[in-house]
């Protein structure tokens, strides 16, 4: 909160690379700041990407939004995770307590890819983070999972409409009997660069079928004819 004023600069300024990187960043770290368990506070003028910090004596450059896109649809990412926080259980409800939050990989230093489990007073509302904090994308990524089942994607900070890049899960995801990150389950998603993404469970695994049983057949009958020796009498 008190980061972005007296010469501190704004968030957005400190993030490294060009235009599309330091949106892209800006964006991971709101993102990270939701998902994660605590109270949320944000300083004014963070919600628009205003480049100059905070200033007592003038006002905020809400003109930014009217005049560049990458300003507009900042703003707009910012009022969706808004909402998706308010509509999504597990980022509050048992937000206090440490049965609310779980590491899936916090170590993953190699990739700088993180993934976590926020749980809610229900398993039917648990949701699984993935935050990219790096610019490479990455396909065909496994992580664990908490349960097995059919997940979908319900948020990603690198939709178009935000001004990412469009690396998204639109497919449902199966997850698979596959032992990772300590859980007995995992899934096969794609990384977008430099952003984050929550799944959620929609639907358990479909019941496997039967293996189709083997017909066992009655034994041939011989049908050879059988030779009899006739007997001659003398």
């Given at each position: 909160h008190d980061e972005?004023?007296?010469?501190?600069?704004?968030?957005?300024?400190?993030?490294?690379?060009?235009?599309?990187?330091?949106?892209?960043?800006?964006?991971?770290?709101a993102f990270y700041q939701?998902?994660?368990?605590?109270?949320?506070?944000?300083?004014?003028?963070?919600?628009i990407g205003q480049f100059i910090e905070w200033r007592y004596y003038e006002g905020l450059e809400?003109?930014?939004?009217?005049?560049?896109?990458?300003?507009?649809?900042?703003?707009?990412f910012i009022a969706e995770l808004n909402r998706f926080y308010k509509e999504t259980r597990a980022l509050w409800e048992i937000s206090y307590t440490s049965e609310g939050?779980?590491?899936?990989?916090?170590?993953?230093?190699?990739?700088?890819?993180?993934?976590y489990i926020r749980h809610a007073k229900y398993k039917?509302?648990?949701?699984?983070?993935?935050?990219?904090?790096?610019?490479?994308?990455h396909e065909d990524f496994r992580m664990g999972v908490p349960r097995s089942g059919i997940y979908e994607e319900i948020f990603n900070t690198d939709d178009q409409r935000f001004g990412g890049s469009g690396v998204c899960n639109g497919a449902a995801l199966t997850s698979e009997a596959v032992p990772w990150n300590g859980l007995k389950d995992s899934v096969v998603v794609r990384v977008p660069p430099l952003a984050g993404i929550v799944l959620k469970r929609t639907a358990p695994l479909p019941p496997k079928k039967p293996a189709a049983k083997k017909a066992v057949g009655k034994k041939p009958v011989d049908k050879?004819?059988?030779?009899?020796?006739?007997?001659?009498?003398?």
């Amino acid at each position: 909160h008190d980061e972005v004023v007296h010469g501190k600069c704004s968030l957005i300024i400190r993030q490294p690379g060009d235009n599309w990187r330091q949106f892209a960043g800006l964006r991971a770290l709101a993102f990270y700041q939701m998902t994660h368990p605590g109270a949320k506070l944000n300083f004014m003028g963070n919600e628009i990407g205003q480049f100059i910090e905070w200033r007592y004596y003038e006002g905020l450059e809400f003109f930014l939004v009217d005049r560049f896109e990458a300003h507009a649809k900042h703003q707009q990412f910012i009022a969706e995770l808004n909402r998706f926080y308010k509509e999504t259980r597990a980022l509050w409800e048992i937000s206090y307590t440490s049965e609310g939050f779980e590491w899936i990989d916090a170590d993953n230093r190699a990739q700088s890819v993180l993934t976590y489990i926020r749980h809610a007073k229900y398993k039917k509302d648990d949701v699984v983070v993935l935050v990219n904090m790096d610019i490479n994308a990455h396909e065909d990524f496994r992580m664990g999972v908490p349960r097995s089942g059919i997940y979908e994607e319900i948020f990603n900070t690198d939709d178009q409409r935000f001004g990412g890049s469009g690396v998204c899960n639109g497919a449902a995801l199966t997850s698979e009997a596959v032992p990772w990150n300590g859980l007995k389950d995992s899934v096969v998603v794609r990384v977008p660069p430099l952003a984050g993404i929550v799944l959620k469970r929609t639907a358990p695994l479909p019941p496997k079928k039967p293996a189709a049983k083997k017909a066992v057949g009655k034994k041939p009958v011989d049908k050879t004819p059988v030779r009899t020796s006739k007997r001659t009498s003398k």
